[in-house]
């Protein structure tokens, strides 16, 4: 079945410093790949998303790129803030017409603190 | 425009007991998700509804868990009798109607932490 497996935390960076919190991924065909991020009391909100290969999802100053070769989509930030702190969840969907369409397999999650 | 909403955000209850969990999806969508993360680890699916039918409960763990959504808009997940390990956060998400071939985010509440002594 899918999987998705994610980089463990916790990770602690310096304001300003560079960010990068690895994610691969196990899935037939075709997924949609995603980043969610759940800050502190809140729930999980959708940061970016790719649905093909390629794609480069974009928000926020953060990236992440879909790529098939390596079965990857490793978050990227340049320089992160404070309010960057909370924790990031990879997260992929099945290709339309399969049996996981919809639903969406998680990695274990990344707590990134980060101090100013 | 009102985001998904689950009640409670905290429940402590014993072993054995039984507990019922609701979300509130955003009017509009067909969409319903049940997830749960057990401490630490990864969130992982339980069901889907579209409207008020089950389309996947591949992933609920046991008959000791039900879900329902009658009339196609607040869920319910009741968990009878509760363990030990059914302890963790269950979330909630909603999505518009879907289309061909397209995806439509998912909305997630702010879940309801579950603690089963």
Redesign the interface.
């Known amino acids: 079945g899918d999987s998705v497996t994610q980089m463990e935390g916790p990770v602690t960076l310096s304001e300003e410093a560079f960010l990068t919190i690895n994610c691969t991924y196990t899935a037939t065909g075709y997924p949609s790949l995603f980043w969610y991020v759940q800050y502190p009391g809140e729930g999980l909100q959708l940061l970016l998303k790719a649905t093909k290969a390629d794609d480069k999802g974009s928000n926020k100053g953060f990236e992440a790129t879909y790529r098939k070769e390596t079965t990857s989509f490793h978050l990227e930030k340049g320089s992160v803030q404070v309010s960057d702190s909370a924790v990031y969840f990879c997260a992929l969907s099945g290709n339309a017409g399969g049996t996981s369409y919809g639903k969406l397999t998680f990695g274990q999650g990344t707590i990134l603190t980060v101090h100013p | 425009e009102a985001?998904?909403t689950q009640f409670p955000s905290h429940s402590v209850i014993e072993k054995g007991q039984t507990v019922t969990l609701r979300c509130d999806p955003i009017s509009g969508h067909d969409?319903l998700?049940w997830?749960r993360?057990v401490m630490?680890?990864?969130?992982?699916?339980l069901l889907?509804f579209v409207k008020e039918s089950k389309?996947?409960e591949s992933?609920m763990p046991n008959n000791r868990f039900l879900a329902e959504r009658t009339g196609g808009t607040y869920s319910t997940l009741k968990v009878q009798p509760a363990e030990l390990e059914d302890s963790g956060v269950y979330?909630c998400?909603s999505?518009r109607p879907?289309s061909?071939?397209?995806?439509n985010?998912?909305f997630?509440?702010?879940?309801t932490r579950l603690t089963v002594l």
Request: glycine share 20%.
């Open positions: 985001g998904v969409n998700y997830y993360r630490g680890k990864e969130i992982k699916f889907h389309q996947d992933g979330f998400a999505s879907s061909a071939g397209s995806y985010e998912q997630f509440g702010p879940g």
